[in-house]
């Protein structure tokens, strides 16, 4: 008998030791259900870009591992692409998948509330867009469905990624509202500091808005005025001496574009975000930079960074003679550009 107390008791004790493991990490069991022969199935953690791939026996598939932080991990087989995925966190989490449309797509979930909610959200969005509404009004209920959520859910890293992922539906002024009501913890973290920077930035750039007029130095240090241009279209280029996809853009793109541009139609000038002239004159002669060049030297605490909460370099904005915006990306700048 004691023996058999014995074998027991440390049965007991290393169950407890792997529910503990466990409790440290994830556990992601999948399930396909309907007709499927796959044979291998892959798990995408996109905050790490990390793949593992492991076998499909039975149609059932298990991934364990730990997270930093919960994020949307995605899941594929070798026949069927990642779809909507599942909401990853250091919990046992159970999914079933069904191949849509060569997609892998989750259809039932259980584990924590977020992971559920997450799929829960996703079906009541794709939903509204379903229904006979007017964008607007689609959007309209998008932005209070998410807003509830957040406001009933404040300390939840699930509601900050659901602004995060649905600001162009929800809009800057919202998007940044929300993030307000986020608990102080959220709200500090380096992620969400990130986007206030950015939905600042789309505030103060926003689509019809109309810019301040604003003047800055030439490479001479002599002040030259910017908006107004007294030209139908103005296009500003943002960059700075540091920034490699900037100096991209320099040389690959607008040289051509300002070779090809009608000057009487269109003013292209360059701001740069430098704080040290020498580089900044250098990477003009480099980039072989022929149009007019500007900057104050003082990086992202300038007047007119602050104006237009610059917070990161490239940018481009397009405005017309009432320095009203009409872009602000390069891409679009260039096709409305093309369209005059």
Same mark, same amino acid.
């Given at each position: 008998?004691?023996?058999?107390?014995?074998?027991? #008791?440390?049965?007991?004790?290393?169950?407890?030791?792997?529910?503990?493991? =466990?409790?440290?990490?994830?556990?992601?069991?999948?399930?396909?259900?309907?007709?499927?022969?796959?044979?291998?199935?892959?798990?995408?953690?996109?905050?790490? =870009?990390?793949?593992? #791939?492991?076998?499909?026996?039975?149609?059932?598939?298990?991934? #364990?591992?730990?997270?930093?932080?919960?994020?949307?991990?995605?899941?594929?087989?070798?026949?069927?692409?990642?779809?909507?995925?599942?909401?990853?966190?250091?919990?046992?989490?159970?999914?079933?998948?069904?191949?849509?449309?060569?997609?892998?797509?989750?259809? %039932?979930?259980?584990?924590? +509330? %977020?992971?559920?909610?997450?799929?829960?959200?996703?079906?009541?969005?794709?939903?509204?867009?379903?229904?006979?509404? @007017?964008?607007?009004?689609?959007?309209?209920?998008?932005?209070?469905?998410?807003?509830?959520?957040?406001?009933?859910? +404040?300390? &939840?890293?699930?509601?900050?990624?659901?602004?995060?992922?649905?600001? %162009?539906?929800?809009?800057?002024?919202?998007?940044?509202? !929300?993030?307000?009501?986020?608990? +102080?913890?959220?709200? %500090?973290?380096?992620?969400?500091?990130?986007?206030?920077?950015?939905?600042?930035?789309?505030?103060? #750039?926003?689509?019809?808005?109309?810019?301040?007029?604003?003047?800055?130095?030439?490479?001479?240090?002599?002040?030259?005025?910017?908006?107004?241009?007294?030209? +139908?279209?103005?296009?500003? &280029?943002?960059?700075? &001496?540091?920034?490699?996809?900037?100096?991209?853009?320099?040389?690959?793109?607008?040289?051509? !574009?300002?070779?090809?541009?009608?000057?009487?139609?269109?003013? !292209?000038?360059?701001?740069?975000?430098?704080?040290?002239?020498?580089?900044?004159?250098?990477?003009?002669?480099?980039?072989?930079?022929?149009?007019?060049?500007?900057?104050?030297?003082?990086?992202?605490?300038?007047?007119?960074?602050? =104006?237009?909460?610059?917070?990161?370099?490239?940018?481009?904005?397009?405005?017309?003679?009432?320095?009203?915006?009409?872009?602000?990306?390069?891409? @679009?700048?260039?096709?409305?550009?093309?369209?005059?």
């Amino acid at each position: 008998m004691d023996l058999i107390k014995t074998h027991l #008791t440390l049965l007991l004790i290393g169950l407890s030791l792997v529910s503990q493991g =466990q409790n440290k990490g994830f556990v992601l069991i999948g399930r396909i259900v309907g007709d499927d022969v796959s044979q291998k199935a892959t798990l995408y953690q996109r905050d790490i =870009q990390r793949f593992d #791939t492991t076998l499909i026996s039975a149609k059932q598939f298990t991934f #364990t591992g730990k997270v930093d932080h919960p994020y949307i991990a995605t899941v594929g087989t070798n026949i069927a692409r990642q779809g909507r995925g599942v909401w990853l966190s250091n919990d046992t989490i159970r999914a079933s998948f069904k191949i849509d449309g060569g997609y892998l797509q989750p259809i %039932e979930v259980s584990g924590p +509330p %977020e992971t559920v909610d997450y799929l829960t959200n996703i079906d009541q969005i794709n939903a509204i867009y379903t229904f006979t509404l @007017s964008r607007a009004q689609k959007n309209q209920q998008v932005s209070d469905l998410i807003s509830q959520y957040v406001l009933d859910h +404040p300390t &939840s890293s699930y509601s900050f990624f659901l602004v995060r992922m649905n600001t %162009e539906t929800l809009g800057a002024s919202l998007s940044r509202d !929300l993030v307000t009501k986020l608990s +102080p913890a959220l709200q %500090e973290s380096k992620d969400a500091q990130n986007l206030k920077k950015q939905l600042l930035n789309e505030e103060a #750039t926003a689509l019809d808005k109309t810019l301040v007029g604003f003047s800055l130095p030439d490479t001479n240090g002599v002040l030259q005025r910017i908006l107004p241009s007294g030209k +139908p279209y103005t296009l500003l &280029s943002f960059w700075a &001496s540091w920034c490699a996809p900037c100096r991209i853009h320099n040389r690959r793109d607008l040289v051509k !574009l300002y070779q090809r541009l009608d000057h009487n139609q269109v003013e !292209l000038i360059s701001i740069s975000l430098d704080d040290d002239r020498a580089a900044w004159v250098s990477a003009i002669a480099k980039d072989g930079l022929t149009w007019p060049q500007r900057s104050d030297l003082n990086y992202l605490s300038g007047p007119t960074a602050k =104006q237009l909460a610059l917070y990161s370099v490239p940018q481009f904005i397009l405005v017309d003679g009432s320095n009203k915006v009409l872009a602000t990306n390069l891409d @679009s700048a260039i096709r409305l550009i093309d369209k005059r």
